[in-house]
């Protein structure tokens, strides 16, 4: 007992204070790519070495499109080691409520030896960090139920969500708590591209939740299929089988980017 408090004293308060203010994340946080747009001059490279197909490009005459799409990025780090107009970022604050929000593409003009020099424009999607912060405060004072489904995923993501309620994250302090039954529960957080053995139990716990309910498809895989897409065995993503209101793309997504997740989908429960 006494070493317990003890230990309590020595260490402190160990809670982040993510939302309210900026997380200290570790030197060895890595986030989605980013890339330099006006810099790029050649995206095949990073399109061939793409394990998933998030970066595509297509030519039509003189001009080039480049496409990435966040919901299939696995954070593996390929295309930014190919092409120097690539880096991979810390940012996490990328959840979007819309699949196409994490669609970027650029239009390029295209030269004669195949690379592009001429950016014609940039259309990013809507998945950029921080336009949420000021709601954050206004959302925080609900309680909400979260039942956890897991249809399929390799337990990444899982990690990060069981991170969520250790001491640093702490999820609780904000009345999020995860329950065991979706009759019980406001919000299914889902993980997986969805096996085909789990899509009737998905059905069943989607159709079991009480209205109003929302659904957060958690990482690539619950976004896309990531790796695996889809195939004899995967469906290829959790919108593939219920309807999902906010996607929270990484692989896995840390648990600031989940939690941000949570609080836009809670934004949606409230409208
Ligand atoms: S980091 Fe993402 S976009 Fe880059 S190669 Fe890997 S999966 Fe593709």
Same mark, same amino acid.
């Given at each position: ?5 003890? *230990? ?8 982040t204070a993510?939302?309210e203010?900026?997380p200290k994340?570790?030197?060895i946080?890595r986030g989605l790519p980013?890339?330099h747009?006006?810099?790029w001059?050649?995206a095949r ?7 998933t ?6 030519d039509a005459g003189r001009?080039?499109?480049?496409t990435?799409?966040?919901g299939r990025?696995?954070?593996c780090g390929?295309?930014? +080691?190919?092409?120097a107009a690539?880096?991979?970022s810390?940012k ?9 929000d994490?669609?970027?593409?650029a ?11 001429g ?6 999607? $809507?998945?950029?960090?921080g ?15 979260i039942?956890e ?13 069981? #991170?969520?309620?250790?001491?640093v ?5 904000f =009345?999020?708590h995860?329950?065991?039954? &979706?009759r ?7 993980t997986g591209p969805?096996?085909?053995?789990m899509?009737?139990?998905?059905? *069943?716990t989607y159709d079991? +939740?009480p209205?109003? *309910?929302?659904?957060?498809?958690v =990482? #690539? ?16 993503g959790v919108? $593939?089988?219920? &309807?999902?209101?906010?996607?929270v793309?990484?692989?896995?997504p840390?648990p ?7 609080l836009? #989908?809670?934004r949606r429960?409230?409208?």
């Open positions: 007992m006494f070493k317990i408090l003890e *230990k309590t004293f020595r260490t402190g308060i160990v809670t993510y939302p203010s900026a994340l570790p030197l946080a980013e890339f747009w006006a810099d001059r050649d490279p990073a399109a061939e070495v793409c394990p197909g998030a970066i595509t490009v297509s001009s080039r499109t480049v990435v799409d966040y990025c696995i954070a390929e295309c930014a +080691a190919a092409d690539v880096s991979i810390r996490f604050e990328l959840a979007a409520p819309a699949r196409n994490l669609v970027t593409f239009e390029y003009t295209l030269d004669e030896d195949g690379t592009h020099t950016l014609v424009r940039t259309e990013t999607g $809507q998945a950029v960090g336009r949420l912060r000021r709601e954050i405060d206004r959302v925080l004072g609900r309680s909400l139920a039942r489904v897991d249809a399929g995923s390799c337990n990444g993501c899982e990690l990060e969500i069981i #991170a969520l309620n250790n001491p994250y702490d999820i609780e302090r =009345g999020i995860f329950v065991a039954s &979706p019980h529960a406001d919000m299914l957080l889902v969805v096996t085909r053995n899509e009737l139990a998905l059905r *069943k079991a +939740a209205d109003p *309910k929302v659904v957060v498809a =990482g #690539a895989c619950g976004i896309s299929g990531g790796i695996f897409g889809t195939n004899y065995a995967t469906r290829g919108d $593939q089988v219920i &309807p999902v209101d906010v996607y793309p990484g692989c896995p840390r600031e980017a989940i939690l941000y997740g949570i836009l #989908a809670v429960l409230r409208s």
